[in-house]
């Protein structure tokens, strides 16, 4: 089955421009730039989408501030949070942080588990309204199409929750106010991702629709829901949403990136480095400078992005800048197995913002991989205290797994438990998070659910990712013959990833190719032997049957 198109435009994204230089310009002034790479592939897999850039259009519509990623991912199901975005309003006046429900329910024995999933998912379908929906008629007609100049203030420093008490307050009194629902929206949708709470997704669905129908058509509330769909994984959502918001405004920034970041997603590379391009002669800065070098990474032109990147640090200027370019450039360097260069950048992305959670993970499987256990392991184990995404939950059951110590099995279990228990919250947002599902319950879960997820996600999109985990998907099931295609289909861009390797190399090896098995297990380790501790000792082991074989 082929990737859906008819969502893109005739041109395939290309619009009637020039050819665009092999290489973005940088020639944006520094208070143009902002942050995000795109949504939530690409890197550690974690089903975080990105977050949204700053917009700086001629309606200079206040901007979402990059705050400290990275959720994990993102957010999940309704209700009515408190002000600040901490938590869920369940019930007359409790309220619970996500970080804090999946931490009580990482302590819960296995036995509880099914209730501890349940809870979690109540807690999610609790019906709420937009908080700022409070108190209020229409207000006076005419309102301003921006929040005031405070409000913009307050989010463009990164105080997201203070940002989202002030734009509540404002909207308030100026109920409509277009421009400041579309605002709050899209900062409903920064918050789920940075909390790892998809709770704020159905209401920043409901702050964006208001704002459409206070100003029907709206480019900010349509540049927003792209960015909804996309943090969703809804990618020919966010695609189709990104093409009305452009239709209006050819030089949105926010609708620029949402358009590759969905390419991207789809596996429409092509479009996707077309898509880059465009928004390069458009916007140039930091948000369209990391797509477009991940753009170039999936098809193996890693020097490129490397060199785009440095450029893009260059270029940064807030601290949350510089902490998200920094951690791509360590992402880059782990993925090729420097594991020094990595934990510099890390450690420059710290330096900037102490809190930015995707610096923290990378950084805890940079230790990982270069031999300090008990660091990651103590590095993992904040993140997911804080952003209880699947990727790290996997990385940390991983590492307790390897460990070996006394309850360090139960400890992964309840890691993994963790990860079903996100994916109903996920789900209950609105999230399509069968990719994340495939990936972990592949390795540590129920084959049957791995498959059918992988299915269902390939059904959606064809991205190299999604080959991939359904390729695995379809071999811990038994099904190597069926799975190779998918496999060579995910290493076929050029994208270099050692688990995509290995992976292929342990289905050649189960389908009798031998040859071909101990050049793809070896090109994994070559590349990043760390790349995961359970994977990496089992490529190890499989490699070492191969040798004795011969």
């Not at 307050?169 to 998809?198: I, S």
């Not at 200027?317 to 920094?326: G, M, T």
């Amino acid at each position: 089955m082929a990737a859906r198109t008819n969502d893109s435009p005739p041109d395939g994204g290309r619009g009637t421009e020039p050819p665009a230089p092999a290489e973005p310009r940088h020639d944006r002034t520094r208070d143009e730039a902002a942050h995000h790479r795109g949504p939530d592939e690409g890197r550690a897999r974690t089903g975080a989408p990105g977050r949204p850039p700053r917009e700086t259009d001629r309606r200079r519509a206040p901007r979402v501030p990059p705050a400290a990623p990275h959720a994990d991912g993102d957010g999940r199901g309704p209700g009515a949070a408190g002000p600040d975005g901490a938590g869920q309003r369940v019930g007359a006046g409790q309220r619970i942080g996500a970080p804090r429900r999946f931490s009580a329910a990482a302590r819960r024995s296995r036995g509880a588990r099914r209730t501890v999933c349940a809870g979690l998912l109540a807690v999610a379908l609790t019906a709420g309204a937009v908080a700022v929906g409070e108190g209020g008629g229409e207000g006076r007609a005419g309102a301003a199409g921006a929040a005031p100049a405070v409000v913009a203030g307050v989010l463009a420093g990164g105080e997201l929750g203070a940002g989202i008490r002030s734009l509540q307050a404002h909207l308030r009194a100026q109920p409509r106010d277009f421009g400041g629902w579309a605002t709050l929206g899209t900062a409903y949708v920064e918050q789920a991702r940075t909390q790892g709470d998809p709770s704020r997704y159905p209401q920043a669905e409901q702050a964006l629709e208001r704002s459409l129908a206070l100003e029907p058509g709206n480019e900010q509330a349509l540049a927003g829901q792209a960015a909804l769909a996309a943090a969703r994984h809804d990618f020919t959502g966010a695609l189709a949403y990104a093409d009305r918001a452009l239709k209006q405004n050819p030089y949105s920034e926010r609708a620029l990136c949402s358009r590759i970041d969905a390419l991207v997603e789809l596996g429409r590379y092509e479009e996707a480095a077309g898509a880059a391009a465009t928004a390069d002669r458009r916007r140039p800065g930091v948000p369209v400078f990391t797509r477009y070098a991940y753009v170039r990474e999936l098809r193996g032109d890693v020097r490129t992005a490397r060199e785009v990147l440095r450029r893009a640090l260059d270029s940064a200027s807030s601290p949350a800048d510089v902490a998200y370019v920094a951690t791509a450039l360590g992402q880059l360097a782990w993925n090729r197995g420097e594991y020094g260069t990595a934990l510099a950048h890390y450690a420059r992305a710290l330096a900037a913002d102490d809190g930015h959670l995707p610096a923290l993970e990378g950084r805890a499987r940079a230790q990982a991989a270069s031999g300090d256990r008990a660091g990651a392991v103590k590095t993992l184990e904040q993140v997911v205290a804080r952003s209880p995404l699947p990727g790290p939950l996997v990385a940390l059951g991983e590492l307790y797994e390897d460990r070996g110590a006394d309850g360090d099995r139960a400890r992964a279990r309840d890691q993994y438990a963790l990860v079903d228990a996100w994916t109903a919250l996920a789900r209950a947002g609105g999230v399509e998070a069968d990719l994340d599902t495939a990936l972990a319950a592949a390795d540590h879960g129920d084959a049957g659910d791995a498959l059918r997820a992988a299915r269902a996600e390939w059904d959606r999109r064809h991205s190299v990712h999604t080959a991939d985990a359904l390729a695995w998907a379809l071999h811990v099931n038994g099904r190597d013959e069926e799975a190779l295609p998918y496999a060579r289909r995910a290493t076929a861009t050029g994208y270099r990833s050692a688990a995509f390797l290995y992976h292929r190399g342990m289905i050649e090896k189960a389908t009798g190719r031998d040859r071909a098995a101990r050049g793809s297990l070896t090109a994994a380790l070559e590349l990043n032997p760390g790349f995961s501790p359970l994977g990496a000792r089992a490529a190890r082991a499989a490699l070492k049957e191969l040798e004795g074989a011969r």
